[in-house]
Structures are given as C-alpha cells and as structure tokens.
C-alpha cells in the first residue's frame, strides 16, 4: 500500500509559477514511476509528467503541452516529488493528481497507475 499526499495548489495569474508537491508513505520500493496528471472541468485526466525511477536513476518524461515550461524533479530523502510549473496558462486550470507505479516503465495512461492522491486544485486566472 502506497499513500500519496498532494500539496502546493492555488489561484495564480496567468504567467505565473506554482510548485507542487507530493509525498508518498507506506511500502518503499527501488523501481517505480510517479506522475503528475490533471482534469480540468468536464475534461478527462491528462498526464501532465512523469518520473521512471531505477534506483539512483531518474528519468522525466512530458507531455507535450508542457516542455519547457513544466518541471518534475525528485527528493528521495523525503519521499516526495515535485512539480515546478512556470508560465501557467488559464486553460491549465485543473485539479492536478499525484499517481503511483509499482513498473519503473509506467508511461501516460492513468490505467497504469495504482495509487493516487486526492487532487491539488490550481487555478489560473486570465
């Protein structure tokens, strides 16, 4: 059992910056992934970043809506990554959800992951 806790949601202007954060507790693994995804209003949930962990080895991975502006990164002495979102736009308004894999090769499909924490709302105001 894995229990991830979001943090770091909030109202930001357009051209603004937010970082979120999400902790995992419970069962510690060495190979795993970690994302970050969000559904906005009346949308499905998107994968936003993710993180393939291999040990020591940590590789990013983005969509592509969000290179260059979005950054995931990992603490392993907390158990905890984040996500660094610079230059948020109005339409990235959504509830950003933290998801769990126990396969280092998880990917972009929510159906992938088997935990997930209770959503950070961010809003982005025009």
């Known amino acids: 059992q894995v229990q991830l806790v979001e943090s770091g949601g909030g109202l930001v202007q357009a051209g603004g910056s937010l970082r979120l954060s999400c902790t995992a507790s419970g069962r510690t693994f060495s190979t795993y992934t970690m994302a970050w995804f969000r559904q906005a209003p009346g949308k499905e949930r998107d994968f936003v970043a993710g993180l393939n962990i291999v040990y020591t080895v940590v590789s990013p991975t983005y969509a592509d809506s969000v290179k260059g502006r979005f950054t995931i990164s990992r603490d392993n002495a907390k158990n905890t990554i984040y996500l660094q979102m610079n230059s948020l736009k109005h339409e990235e308004t959504a509830v950003y959800y933290c998801?769990?894999?126990?396969?280092?090769?998880?990917?972009?499909?929510?159906?992938?992951?088997?935990?997930w924490g209770q959503g950070t709302q961010v809003t982005v105001s025009s």
């Open positions: 998801a769990w894999s126990n396969n280092y090769k998880s990917g972009r499909l929510e159906t992938e992951y088997v935990y």
